[in-house]
């Protein structure tokens, strides 16, 4: 905790260290998947499963959803986690050639 002067140490000679709460709360991204005319359902519901430890019946509600309104959201995750989720998502989706495609969004 700081002292009343908001300063890191005491000025009045306690060499305690001063422990200085951190108060930013982190940001967040969506993983954000877009829909498309030729990646089969069935590997989108894969896709959810396999990076976004999505049960069945939840990857199915959220593969219809992006069906539907053409994107929806994935997962929330920190920026770097996203960013992982994102390359694996549109590298897996590549590796089977279809065009499936992912973006991170801050919320
Ligand atoms: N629109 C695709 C189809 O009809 C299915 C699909 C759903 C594709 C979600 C991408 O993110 C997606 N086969």
Redesign the pocket.
Known sequence: MQNDKNLPYSPDGDASVQVIPKLTTPKMFSVV?????????D??VLVLKKFFNKKEDEAIKI??D??QKG??VAGVYSLEIGEMKVMQTNQFAQMHQ?????SLEET
């Open positions: 998947l877009l829909n498309d005319d030729f990646t089969p359902m590997f989108v593969m219809l992006v069906h994107a929806g279809y065009p499936l495609k992912s």
